[in-house]
């Protein structure tokens, strides 16, 4: 929520984040709203390795909805 509230303020109307594929934590990025958007395969320390890109296409209005939502009582 910090990272995109400062995008935001940086005037960033959009944010891709890279994860591993391989790692089942990634699903993370869909919980927050990210969409499955891209898939590369790139090179670290000498390994092949493959990436799934989760993407927001409008950081306000995700920081918005998100502003609203903790606000709700529980």
């Known amino acids: 929520t910090a990272l995109f509230r ?5 005037k960033c109307e959009r944010a891709i984040i890279w994860a591993l594929a391989d ?4 699903f993370f990025y869909r919980a927050l709203g990210g ?3 891209a898939e590369r ?3 670290y320390w000498g390994r092949s390795l ?7 296409s409008n950081l306000a209005t ?3 909805e998100e502003s609203a939502v ?5």
């Open 6 to 10: 400062y995008l935001v303020e940086a």
């Open 23 to 26: 790692n089942p934590n990634h």
């Open 62 to 64: 995700w920081c918005a």
């Open 35 to 37: 969409t499955l958007q």
């Open 41 to 43: 395969n790139s090179i």
């Open 50 to 56: 493959w990436e799934v890109g989760y993407t927001w």
């Open 70 to 74: 903790r606000s709700q009582p529980h």
